[in-house]
């Protein structure tokens, strides 16, 4: 059961365009949502989140929208940027079999591959 | 301030044997999660430790799975008699309390020949 689900297994982009990372989730229950950046060999770094009492959050050149009647998340960033190809995650605290909402406690996407081209 | 440290990065094992996995997390976490990862897979988790305790192990497999979190030391996930399907990467984050956002480590990457 894919409670979060990220539909688009890559994407590419020119620099300096606007990249658009999409992410839908089934589970009623998240109401926190964080988006992950990662790049080969190395770990998932947390890029920026949203609780679900807002419907937009903004840090610099990345903003996430979260529509909670269509359950759905996107991740903008503008201008886009060779660095920031990478694989980009969405995911939510809790879900899994035993439920639980602590933050470390994440339930992922499959990732979106961004390759930014310049 | 170091980050959370994985060792090793890679591992190689033969069917059967033993993986120890080993995770310190940041200076003031005592919150540490294991989460695997599949080829062409997102992170899964699999385990929620807090010093001494397990607190949610609801993704770990039932059988030749452990993980510990010693009140010296680092955490261990242990994978005992590995197969092949074992061959992942073994991601460890760690948190100061279970309501902020966790930092992840380099990770573990297993392979079972």
Redesign the interface.
């Known amino acids: 059961d894919q409670q979060v689900k990220q539909n688009s297994p890559s994407l590419s982009v020119q620099e300096g365009r606007i990249s658009i990372l999409n992410c839908d989730y089934t589970n009623s229950m998240f109401d926190y949502f964080l988006w992950y950046k990662k790049y080969p060999a190395e770990g998932p770094t947390f890029l920026i989140s949203i609780s679900s009492i807002k419907d937009k959050n903004e840090d610099g050149r990345f903003t996430v929208f979260l529509n909670k009647s269509a359950k759905h998340l996107s991740l903008h960033i503008v201008p886009s940027q060779p660095g920031d190809s990478a694989v980009y995650f969405c995911a939510a605290p809790g879900g899994g079999s035993a439920g639980g909402t602590s933050y470390g406690k994440l339930t992922f996407g499959q990732g979106t591959i961004l390759t930014v081209h310049p | 301030n170091a980050g959370?440290m994985?060792n090793p990065r890679h591992l190689v094992r033969r069917r059967g044997q033993e993986a120890r996995l080993r995770c310190s997390p940041m200076k003031g976490h005592s919150?540490v999660?294991w989460?695997r990862q599949l080829p062409e897979?997102?992170?899964?988790?699999m385990v929620?430790l807090q010093k001494e305790n397990i607190?949610?192990e609801?993704?770990m497999p039932k059988e030749r799975f452990s993980a510990e979190f010693p009140k010296e030391g680092p955490s261990i996930l242990r994978i005992q008699q590995v197969v092949r399907g074992d061959s992942a990467a073994y991601?460890c984050?760690?948190?100061p309390q279970?309501?902020?956002?966790?930092?992840?480590?380099?990770?573990t990457?297993l392979t079972v020949v």
């Open positions: 959370v994985q919150h999660y989460y897979e997102g992170l899964k988790f929620y607190i949610d609801s993704g991601f984050a760690s948190s279970g309501y902020t956002e966790a930092f992840f480590g380099q990770g990457r």
